[in-house]
Structure formats: C-alpha cells, structure tokens
C-alpha cells in the first residue's frame, strides 16, 4: 500500500503527542514500505538518514527493500521481543492469513510504553485489495482486551480522487506486560471480516487474474545464458530450490545435513556470493561437509582470487550431535573431494586451533556449539575477522536461546545489522560507519528490483 499523508501525518502526530523524540526511537516497521510521499524514497532509508532514528528494522516475507525475511504468519524470534517502542502496521496486516499471529507479533515486538500504529482497512473499501477488513469495533475491542490505551482513532479517505480508499488509522500504548490474549479470545471477541481471498496473502502475485503459468515459470528466471559447454540456469527468488540446489552442486546435493531444507543451503550460497570480495570464508563448524560444499562453489564460481578457500575449523568427533561421539573426519573429506582444492580443514577446538591465515574474510559462518557460553566465545573470537561491509551468519538463532542471546549481543553493539534471514539463519552485516553502508545497500537493492 506504501505510506501517503494520512499515514505519516497520523505518525508524526502520536509521536509529537507522546513526546517521543526521533532519535530516541526503535521503530519496526511491518511490511517493506515507500513513501509516496516528499521525500519519496524507500521508507527505512527515510527513517534512519532523515528523522535519524535509533534503530529502523522492517520485518517482510519477501525480504526485499533490506527488510528481515520473516513470514509474520508464525512466532517472531526472541531477539526481536520487547525490542522496540515504536512498530507500525501500514497495510500489511490484512495480507497476513493468521491474523492471531499478527497481531500477537506485534504485541511482542513492542515495549512497555511503546507506541503501535496501524492503518486498517475498513470494510466496503479496498475492494479485493487483501483477504480482511475491519471496522472501529476492532480498534476498541483490541485495546480492550489487551490492555492498551487507545491513543487515536479516526477513519479518513487516503486518496481524495478514490473511492473507496478509506484507512481507519489507530495509535496504542502498551501500558503493562501482560501477554497477548489466547488465540480463542481473539477470535471469538475481536471482529475480522474473513473474505477467505488467499490470492491476496502472503508473498502474492499482482495481477492473478491475467497471471498464465508460462509468465509465473519466466518470471522465476532470471537469465538463460548459453555457453559453449552446457546451458547454466540461473535462478531467482529461490524459486524451484531443489532444481536450483541440483544445478549449482549436483555432486553434493546428498551430503548429509542437519537440514534437509533446500532453501537454508541456498539463503546462505546467495549470501556468500552477494559477500565476495577477498575471496576468503570461514567456517566454525563444519560436521559432514554440506554448507561447506555450498560456501566452496559460492567461490569457484564467482570469485577471481587465485587464493581463494574456504576454511572449516571443527573437530570431527560429532561433539554436540545427537548420535554421540565418533569420528567422523574422513565422511567429511569424501564428501568434499569435488571441492578439495577450495576447502581447508583446521582440525580442532575453535577456541584453541590456530588460523592458516592472516586478514579479513567476506564471510564467517559459525555452527558449532549452540550454548550461550560456546557461541558467545565463537563470536568474540571470530567475529572481528569479518571485513567491513562483510557478513556474520549464525545458525540455529531461533532454535537456541543462546544462540538468540548472543545475536541480541551483537546488535545492541551498533556494529552489526540484521542484513537478511531465513528460518534458522540469519545474516548480521558489519558497518562500522554509521547508515552510510545501510543507506548504499538500500538503494543498490532498490536499482536491483
């Protein structure tokens, strides 16, 4: 829907009435929004170079416009809880199917005193915009419910020239920490007009209608591009990710993991990619080779570096994995014999072994122990070694309260930002020079798309 006036002029007045200050906030935005509004630009960047917010994280399915790729239909990550005092819904809501979801997020996403602002869409309008509508009642009923003071609420027209674009914009104030109400109170108390319009949830297609099966299968390609050897196909969006997986490691495709989810292998084969520079990974924690096989043909295919390699510290006595103890260092090396020339095993304690190599890499994976005090030494130890504008991926961070813990760690530094995720992994990117790093990956993104 993006943000017009209604919304921002709605937004800035709960602020000034609440007398927050800008620089003071950490603002979640739902939804990757843009203002349609001066200045038009992309809403995140507005928030953190122009009213120079605290912190600006913006949470989407589709991941685009550097929002955190989280499907809102489930439990947010523990990292994101209690975290900010100012989130936003401008929009989105009403294309989330599990709306108790929704809004329990949002309940846990902000603070106690925090502000929640949403624009609603009101039923008769937005006609086959999105699968719910509501009206005022569920504005009162919600804050009745939940405990909130209801700061403001009014419905107005968004666009003068439309009919039918009414918004019900309504503020909150989270004035107790009590937790959101059961998902049988919700929806036998609170109205929700269901249209059962699944077309318009989630990541969806525009357009449906005039939609064909040839345009959805070329829209998933991003080029054909034909040599002289064979026909390399590249992907977009992760579409057909065990096709895709099969053609950038058909040799590795079945190398035991501790996921069988396609996409995790290939969020973090794009992440290495989108990272190379020096042409140097690290990986802590390497079990049977899998992710180390994905980092590896990240750089043969893509690096210029004739030094470059991926180097795994780990012990191969299986520590941590539910089988128990064994040797298990010479599976690892049959399973990465197509790609020994770009792997290095250092074989031992990460806190204890020594590195093969001096500098800085373009990405640090770290797998290994999953227990606040083992992450968090990984972290300190490792971590440093990731060059500006790198990328820190962590697995298992929502799996591991440790692992959650530590992550929280890093971000409250100001050094690290959530760059991109995806379930169990998420990618911190390193900036150490204020938004400057933000504000060029934005629009680099924005030029991209």
């Known amino acids: 829907m993006g943000i017009g006036y209604l919304e921002s002029e709605f937004e800035s007045k709960i602020v000034a009435q609440q007398n927050q200050k800008w620089e003071d906030i950490k603002m979640c935005e739902l939804g990757c929004m843009e203002r349609r509004v001066d200045p038009v630009m992309v809403a995140k960047e507005y928030y953190l170079s122009v009213l120079n917010v605290q912190e600006h994280i913006s949470l989407d399915i589709s991941g685009k416009l550097g929002s955190l790729a989280i499907n809102l239909d489930r439990e947010i990550p523990t990292f994101l809880k209690d975290r900010f005092n100012l989130v936003t819904n401008y929009g989105t809501g009403e294309h989330v199917n599990n709306q108790y979801s929704f809004f329990r997020n949002i309940h846990e996403l902000c603070r106690i005193n925090g502000i929640m602002i949403h624009a609603l869409v009101p039923i008769g309008h937005w006609i086959n915009h999105g699968r719910y509508y509501y009206n005022q009642d569920f504005t009162k009923q919600l804050a009745q419910l939940c405990g909130y003071e209801l700061i403001d609420y009014f419905q107005s027209q968004k666009y003068v020239e439309k009919e039918n674009t009414d918004l019900i914009m309504v503020a909150y104030k989270k004035v107790n920490d009590s937790p959101f109400i059961s998902e049988n109170e919700f929806y036998q108390n609170i ?165 093969p190599f001096e500098g800085l890499c373009d990405v640090v994976f770290i797998d290994a122990d999953h227990s606040y005090e083992g992450c968090r030494r990984d972290v300190e130890r490792f971590s440093g070694l990731v060059r500006n504008g790198g990328c820190l991926i962590l697995d298992d961070h929502i799996s591991y309260p440790g692992v959650t813990k530590v992550v929280g760690e890093l971000l409250v530094t100001g050094k690290w930002y959530v760059g991109n995720s995806y379930d169990n992994l998420i990618a911190l990117y390193r900036d150490e020079t204020s938004n400057n790093f933000k504000r060029k990956r934005i629009k680099n993104k924005i030029k991209s798309e």
């Open 191 to 355: 109205p929700i007009l269901d249209t059962r319009n699944k077309a318009r949830t989630g990541n969806y297609l525009k357009n449906t209608k005039n939609f064909s099966l040839k345009d959805a299968v070329m829209n998933k390609f991003k080029r054909i591009k034909q040599t002289s050897k064979k026909i390399v196909i590249l992907l977009r969006d992760n579409a057909f990710p065990d096709t895709r997986l099969n053609l950038l490691i058909k040799e590795g495709v079945n190398c035991p993991s501790t996921s069988n989810d396609p996409k995790e292998k290939l969020f973090l084969y794009d992440e290495a990619v989108e990272h190379i520079k020096i042409g140097r990974f690290l990986e802590v924690g390497s079990y049977l080779g899998s992710s180390a096989i994905i980092l590896a043909e990240a750089l043969r295919r893509n690096s210029q570096s004739k030094e470059a390699k991926v180097y795994c510290i780990d012990t191969w006595e299986n520590d941590s994995m539910l089988e128990g103890k064994k040797d298990t260092y010479q599976q690892f090396q049959d399973n990465i014999k197509p790609w020994q020339d770009w792997i290095i095993p250092i074989r031992g304690n990460s806190d204890e072994v020594k590195l």
